[in-house]
T-cell receptor
Framework: KAGVTQTPRYLIKTRGQQVTLSCSPI?????VSWYQQTPGQGLQFLFE???????NKGNFPGRFSGRQFSNSRSEMNVSTLELGDSALYLC?????????????FGEGSRLTVL | GQSLEQPSEVTAVEGAIVQINCTYQ??????LSWYQQHDGGAPTFLSY????GLEETGRFSSFLSRSDSYGYLLLQELQMKDSASYFC????????????FGSGTRLSIRP
């Protein structure tokens, strides 16, 4: 079955612009989590959605937002981009039953802010 | 809040055994996971421990001690392809659905 699909894979923006990233989870998965990964850093938790509801949120400014649609696809948006937002943004899906630590990750969207 | 500590780098020899430790702090704990990430790739799930003890999956084993807030990943019969970053991740805190990752351990294998 198809894995987690993230689009776009690469993008370049300038400071002050905004960006929207998309994530299609594995069919049947209802939970989608987003992480930011920068060189030398772990995966920083952004937020987690389940059945169109944000269940958890990380410690990121309000410029970072997201949503989930009825088909479980998710988008995240970053407004007023800063240089420090350059990172790999990873999306992960799971069934959402909260009984396992297994997440299935997409290849990520690599954002460069100039 | 939640935090995890793991070594930033580990070097080992091909064919040897290596252990990557992880200590965590969390207000609520549901389980500890391990993920592998090769350069340029996506993290992939290796193991999950919700209860104390050792879980074995082929050459990889994972251990958890909830009383010590400690776990480790054991890799045996190391192969060059095991060179990657390894992340521990804790499911817990305010929600069982929130998974927080450590900063990762970069494992380098020498011939």
């Amino acid at each position: 079955k198809a894995g987690v699909t993230q689009t776009p894979r690469y993008l370049i923006k300038t400071r002050g612009q905004q960006v929207t990233l998309s994530c299609s989870p594995i069919s049947g998965h209802r939970s989608v989590s987003w992480y930011q990964q920068t060189p030398g850093q772990g995966l920083q938790f952004l937020f987690e959605y389940f059945s169109e509801t944000q269940r958890n949120k990380g410690n990121f400014p309000g410029r970072f937002s997201g949503r989930q649609f009825s088909n479980s696809r998710s988008e995240m948006n970053v407004s007023t981009l800063e240089l420090g937002d350059s990172a790999l943004y990873l999306c992960a899906s799971s069934f959402g039953a909260d009984n396992t630590g297994e997440l299935f990750f997409g290849e990520g969207s690599r954002l460069t802010v100039l | 809040g939640q935090s995890l500590e793991q070594p930033s780098e580990v070097t080992a020899v091909e064919g040897a055994i290596v252990q990557i430790n992880c200590t965590y702090q969390t207000s609520g704990f549901y389980g500890l996971s391990w993920y592998q990430q090769h350069d340029g790739g996506a993290p992939t799930f290796l193991s999950y421990n919700a209860l104390d003890g050792l879980e074995e999956t082929g050459r990889f084993s994972s251990f958890l001690s909830r009383s010590d807030s400690y776990g480790y990943l054991l890799l045996q019969e190391l192969q060059m392809k095991d060179s990657a970053s390894y992340f521990c991740a804790v499911r817990g805190g305010s929600s069982a659905s929130k998974i927080i990752f450590g900063s990762g351990t970069r494992l380098s294998i020498r011939p």
